[in-house]
Protein backbone atom coordinates (compact mmCIF):
# COMPACT_ATOMS: atom_id res chain seq x y z
CA UNK A 1 0.00 0.00 0.00
CA UNK A 2 2.58 2.31 0.92
CA UNK A 3 4.38 1.29 -2.66
CA UNK A 4 1.21 2.63 -4.27
CA UNK A 5 0.99 5.34 -2.02
CA UNK A 6 4.72 6.85 -3.53
CA UNK A 7 4.00 6.45 -6.84
CA UNK A 8 0.67 8.28 -6.54
CA UNK A 9 2.53 11.17 -4.72
CA UNK A 10 4.92 10.88 -7.19
CA UNK A 11 2.73 11.16 -10.11
CA UNK A 12 0.87 14.02 -8.44
CA UNK A 13 3.91 15.88 -8.23
CA UNK A 14 4.95 15.40 -11.54
CA UNK A 15 1.58 16.34 -12.85
CA UNK A 16 1.69 19.82 -11.00
CA UNK A 17 5.31 20.27 -12.21
CA UNK A 18 4.04 19.57 -15.48
CA UNK A 19 0.99 22.66 -15.75
CA UNK A 20 3.82 25.36 -13.98
CA UNK A 21 5.56 25.83 -17.34
CA UNK A 22 5.72 29.10 -18.53
CA UNK A 23 3.47 30.37 -21.47
CA UNK A 24 5.67 30.87 -24.63
CA UNK A 25 6.64 34.60 -24.05
CA UNK A 26 5.04 36.98 -26.83
CA UNK A 27 7.39 38.08 -29.73
CA UNK A 28 7.50 41.74 -29.16
CA UNK A 29 7.28 43.91 -32.34
CA UNK A 30 10.68 45.18 -33.60
CA UNK A 31 10.98 49.19 -32.71
CA UNK A 32 11.37 49.88 -36.50
CA UNK A 33 7.51 49.15 -37.05
CA UNK A 34 5.42 52.37 -37.27
CA UNK A 35 5.98 55.74 -39.80
CA UNK A 36 8.67 58.15 -39.53
CA UNK A 37 10.21 61.37 -40.72
CA UNK A 38 13.71 61.99 -41.45
CA UNK A 39 15.03 64.64 -38.52
CA UNK A 40 18.93 64.78 -39.18
CA UNK A 41 21.09 63.24 -41.67
CA UNK A 42 25.06 63.34 -39.92
CA UNK A 43 27.10 62.50 -43.72
CA UNK A 44 30.11 61.13 -42.61
CA UNK A 45 30.90 59.80 -46.22
CA UNK A 46 28.53 61.30 -49.00
CA UNK A 47 27.56 65.13 -49.59
CA UNK A 48 24.00 66.21 -50.86
CA UNK A 49 25.67 69.14 -52.34
CA UNK A 50 23.50 71.50 -50.17
CA UNK A 51 19.95 70.39 -51.44
CA UNK A 52 17.51 69.54 -48.98
CA UNK A 53 16.61 65.74 -48.67
CA UNK A 54 12.95 65.01 -47.16
CA UNK A 55 11.86 61.27 -46.25
CA UNK A 56 8.61 59.36 -44.58
CA UNK A 57 9.49 55.64 -43.89
CA UNK A 58 6.53 53.17 -43.29
CA UNK A 59 7.58 49.65 -41.58
CA UNK A 60 4.83 47.29 -41.53
CA UNK A 61 4.50 44.27 -38.91
CA UNK A 62 4.06 41.96 -42.37
CA UNK A 63 7.99 42.96 -43.46
CA UNK A 64 6.96 45.30 -46.19
CA UNK A 65 7.82 48.93 -46.32
CA UNK A 66 7.05 52.11 -48.01
CA UNK A 67 9.59 55.06 -48.47
CA UNK A 68 8.65 58.66 -49.45
CA UNK A 69 11.92 60.69 -50.55
CA UNK A 70 11.96 64.35 -51.88
CA UNK A 71 15.10 65.76 -53.02
CA UNK A 72 15.36 69.62 -53.61
CA UNK A 73 12.37 70.66 -55.14
CA UNK A 74 11.22 67.91 -57.01
CA UNK A 75 8.22 65.75 -55.87
CA UNK A 76 8.09 62.75 -53.46
CA UNK A 77 8.59 59.58 -54.98
CA UNK A 78 7.56 56.44 -53.57
CA UNK A 79 9.37 53.40 -53.08
CA UNK A 80 7.86 49.70 -52.20
CA UNK A 81 10.04 46.78 -50.71
CA UNK A 82 10.38 44.55 -47.88
CA UNK A 83 12.75 44.61 -45.29
CA UNK A 84 14.20 42.39 -42.49
CA UNK A 85 15.37 42.76 -38.98
CA UNK A 86 18.12 40.70 -37.29
CA UNK A 87 20.37 40.69 -34.07
CA UNK A 88 19.70 44.95 -34.25
CA UNK A 89 20.60 44.93 -38.31
CA UNK A 90 18.10 45.92 -40.68
CA UNK A 91 18.11 45.49 -44.35
CA UNK A 92 15.85 45.18 -47.42
CA UNK A 93 15.35 44.73 -50.86
CA UNK A 94 13.04 47.20 -53.21
CA UNK A 95 10.07 46.03 -54.93
CA UNK A 96 12.07 45.88 -57.89
CA UNK A 97 14.13 43.03 -56.27
CA UNK A 98 17.74 45.47 -56.06
CA UNK A 99 18.69 45.34 -52.52
CA UNK A 100 19.18 48.69 -50.52
CA UNK A 101 22.90 49.70 -51.25
CA UNK A 102 23.58 49.26 -47.38
CA UNK A 103 21.85 47.50 -44.16
CA UNK A 104 21.62 49.89 -41.08
CA UNK A 105 22.21 49.46 -37.71
CA UNK A 106 19.07 49.98 -35.58
CA UNK A 107 18.51 51.95 -32.33
CA UNK A 108 15.24 53.16 -30.89
CA UNK A 109 14.39 55.37 -27.98
CA UNK A 110 11.01 56.38 -27.37
CA UNK A 111 9.71 58.31 -30.49
CA UNK A 112 13.29 58.23 -32.10
CA UNK A 113 14.29 55.91 -34.45
CA UNK A 114 18.27 56.31 -35.53
CA UNK A 115 19.35 54.13 -38.57
CA UNK A 116 23.38 53.58 -39.04
CA UNK A 117 24.50 52.65 -42.36
CA UNK A 118 27.04 49.80 -42.03
CA UNK A 119 28.41 50.84 -45.68
CA UNK A 120 29.67 54.60 -45.06
CA UNK A 121 28.48 54.96 -41.74
CA UNK A 122 26.05 57.78 -42.32
CA UNK A 123 23.36 58.01 -39.50
CA UNK A 124 20.02 58.87 -40.17
CA UNK A 125 17.70 60.14 -37.51
CA UNK A 126 13.56 60.09 -37.75
CA UNK A 127 11.20 61.12 -35.52
CA UNK A 128 8.04 58.91 -34.94
CA UNK A 129 4.71 60.50 -37.05
CA UNK A 130 2.13 60.00 -39.57
CA UNK A 131 2.65 60.14 -42.63
CA UNK A 132 0.39 63.06 -44.47
CA UNK A 133 -2.29 61.39 -46.91
CA UNK A 134 -1.47 64.45 -49.07
CA UNK A 135 2.15 62.47 -49.52
CA UNK A 136 0.99 59.10 -50.41
CA UNK A 137 -1.31 60.17 -52.94
CA UNK A 138 0.46 62.39 -54.46
CA UNK A 139 4.00 60.39 -54.77
CA UNK A 140 5.36 59.17 -57.77
CA UNK A 141 5.31 55.08 -57.86
CA UNK A 142 9.35 54.73 -58.96
Known amino acids: MKKILSILAL ?22 IGE ?7 VRSVQYAGQEVDIYLS ?18 RKYTGSWTLSGGTLSGTYASGKAWGSSYL ?25 IPEEIKTTAHEE
Open 11 to 32: AAILLAGASCKKAPKKEKAPAV
Open 36 to 42: WQLEAIN
Open 59 to 76: FAKDGSFELYQMVGQGRF
Open 106 to 130: VSASGETLTLTATVGGNENVYAKTV
